[in-house]
């Protein structure tokens, strides 16, 4: 039996590299590779040696000036991470165990995965499930798991491969990636909207069964109700998208709807809702009870073709984090941005 480390009451002096956001006035930020002390960590329960990262679209919000979700500077941003317990003061983590955070707010109000190092709150971890490595919990990362979440959702609300095609808006993303390939894993068609008609193959590659021109689905509401087509959604756009697409559900059909990059906006009718019994399911992975997230990453370590993960990673580091953040709110990523935040 292993017994558990407590060691954060002692002073440690290791240090660890971490990229540091700063704001300097009002108009501008900058972000730094830095060597910190282990008592600049935030308090928390376990501390964990980061080996992976992401960036993610919050991740780009939280590099901007002024930005609305860091709480105080200086700050490290990486919404999500995946390593090794290095302490633990949680019963439910020990020395050596493979961990993965999302969610949480970490990398917001909580210094987060650019880092080396972190150390958080025991609740806010989940343990590596059986079959990824860290390297590949993060070309899931935060994206996958709400990708994993809006699956779970969907065929909780009814939803099964024979009932028609599965629409995924923003598919070349990371969120639409994860779900393009764990769908088709499963056995659904799946018909993948991009707006950049060079992700084609990739999306193919993935096991979309054809790719739909995002202006074929992006255009103005001319009527609350339209030709049914899709059997479920997992949309990761919103906006006039998500308005529509509720229109061209099949009878009782759902869209999990998972980010908010077209706008908050929400510019539909109840029609759909009243005439055709549809249902819209939110997507939130920050508070997702423990229970859940387990659940999720386990169905993601199993229904996910892992095969295809390589084909979706752009690998980094952390000095081209800044630039990639300012790439990702630009729309101009495809699939997961994988930091190795030891290279």
């Known amino acids: 039996m292993r017994a558990n480390s ?39 329960d376990v501390t964990v040696a980061i080996q992976y990262t992401t960036v993610n679209y919050k991740d780009g919000l939280c590099m901007q000036p002024n930005s609305p979700l860091v709480r105080d500077y200086p700050h490290v941003a990486g919404i999500d991470f995946a390593g090794t317990v290095e302490t633990s003061n949680d019963p439910r983590y020990f020395a050596g165990d493979k961990v993965v955070l999302t969610g949480w707010h970490v990398g917001e109000t909580h210094w987060g995965g650019y880092s080396q190092k972190a150390r958080v709150n025991g609740d806010w971890l989940v343990p590596l499930p059986d079959g990824l490595t860290t390297k590949q919990a993060m070309a899931v990362g935060t994206a996958g798991l709400a990708a994993g979440l809006a699956v779970i959702a969907l065929e909780d609300h009814g939803l099964n491969p024979n009932q028609g095609e599965v629409l995924v808006t923003g598919a070349a993303g990371g969120v639409g990636s994860i779900a393009t390939a764990m769908l088709s894993k499963l056995g659904y068609e799946v018909a993948a909207v991009t707006g950049r008609p060079e992700t084609e193959e990739y999306l193919k590659s993935l096991g979309a069964t054809r790719v739909v021109a995002r202006n074929e689905i992006d255009t103005a509401i001319k009527k609350p109700l339209e030709r049914p087509v899709w059997a479920g959604c997992v949309d990761a756009v919103g906006g006039e998208m998500l308005a529509r697409v509720l229109g061209q559900l099949k009878y009782g059909g759902s869209v999990a709807a998972v980010g908010l990059a077209g706008g908050a906006a929400f510019p539909a009718s109840v029609i759909p809702f009243l005439l055709r019994g549809v249902n819209l399911l939110g997507i939130d992975t920050v508070l997702h009870p423990f229970e859940k997230r387990i659940k999720a990453w386990q169905r993601i370590a199993t229904d996910l073709p892992l095969e295809k993960l390589d084909a979706m990673i752009r690998p980094a580091t952390l000095a081209e984090v800044p630039t990639l953040a300012s790439e990702i709110l630009a729309g101009q990523i495809k699939g997961r941005i994988v930091v190795d935040v030891n290279a």
Do not use: Y
Request: aromatic content about 2%.
């Open 6 to 44: 407590l060691h954060h009451e002692r002073i440690n002096t290791m240090t660890f590299k971490a990229l540091v956001v700063e704001q300097n006035g009002d108009a501008d930020v900058s972000a730094t590779i830095q060597e910190l002390s282990e008592d600049r960590l935030p308090a928390g």
